[in-house]
């Protein structure tokens, strides 16, 4: 999985004219399955975006504050586009990202499970595969890439050969 964050003061998700969800101070978190991503990597990003310090603290110390330190809000959006290839002319291709259904069970798996590090009332979505309207308002600017993959499987060594 792969998650775009964005520090804001705040940011909202229109679908055909329809304001459908919006926050104040937080993070904007655009966020995209691959394929082979599983309930591991969705775990992993969802506590990473939560514990992530973006904020100062009240004695001016640097990143000192995460999310829920500064009672801020996160706003969930699903975008396949982040795992674009662009290696070959200008026509991206999409072949990195995880097909409709698939993508569509874990990206709501990952929303679930940010709600549930935080609590539900602070963490918002968008609509998924739905032509969305993003408007935010940058603090800072403060964007981050977040990248977890799942783990290669571990080649066995091969068995040593019977001596003769």
């Known amino acids: 999985m792969k998650a775009i964050l964005q520090r804001v003061l705040s940011a909202s998700v229109t679908v055909e004219k329809e304001v459908v969800s919006s926050i104040g101070k937080g993070v904007l978190v655009f966020a995209a399955v691959a394929p082979g991503d599983t309930k591991k990597e969705a775990d992993s990003l969802a506590a990473k975006i939560l514990k992530l310090k973006l904020w100062d603290d009240d004695n001016g110390g640097r990143w000192k504050k995460n999310v829920q330190e500064i009672g801020g809000e996160v706003l969930c959006v699903s975008q396949f586009t982040l795992l674009a290839s662009l290696k070959k002319g200008n026509k991206p291709d999409f072949h990195g ?5 698939e993508a569509k069970e874990l ?10 590090g935080y609590a539900p009332d602070k963490v918002q979505n968008g609509v998924f595969q739905a032509m969305m309207e ?21 080649t066995p060594l091969p068995a040593p050969s019977p001596s003769e």
């Open 97 to 101: 990202a995880a097909g409709g259904e």
């Open 107 to 116: 990206y709501q798996y990952f929303f679930e499970k940010v709600q549930q």
């Open 134 to 154: 993003v408007a935010l308002v940058n603090d800072g600017p403060v964007t981050m890439e977040l990248s977890v993959s799942p783990k290669a499987p571990s």
